[in-house]
């Protein structure tokens, strides 16, 4: 999936749009979904033009990779999310339902947020060790 200067995104980083600001530093933006999926649900974005987490890995620097977790965490404990628990999700590539060409980190908490995913052998499949 190539970058898209235009996605939204990218629209909000240049002011185009607004958001629910939560933390901004010289490397990452942070704000609320405007369609949340839990009580707490945060997309933490690096300011960089990063398609997903392979190209950021491959490309950002070292600052920029810090500053990403780094944010994800200062957030997590500024929602009083730490105690309770809480969830990080990027969706990568088609299979993994990514939606717009920018990464991002969902932030998820503030209440129970149940299994991540129904486990494979329910659906019919096997595991193996």
């Not at 990452?28 to 933490?44: E, G, M, S």
């Not at 620097?61 to 009083?80: D, P």
């Amino acid at each position: 999936m190539p970058y898209d200067p235009q996605n939204i995104f990218a629209k909000i980083l240049r002011g185009e749009i607004p958001c629910q600001k939560v933390y901004e530093d010289d490397h990452v933006l942070a704000f609320h979904d405007i369609h949340p999926q839990a009580k707490v649900h945060i997309l933490v974005i690096p300011k960089g033009p990063y398609t997903d987490m392979t190209d950021f890995s491959h490309n950002a620097s070292q600052g920029e990779i810090a500053a990403l977790f780094r944010a994800v965490g200062k957030i997590a404990k500024e929602q009083n999310l730490t105690s309770s628990g809480y969830r990080i999700l990027s969706n990568i590539g088609l299979n993994g339902g990514q939606e717009v060409p920018h990464l991002h980190i969902h932030l998820f908490g503030g209440q129970v947020l149940g299994p991540m995913l129904i486990r494979w052998e329910e659906e019919g499949g096997a595991v193996s060790c």
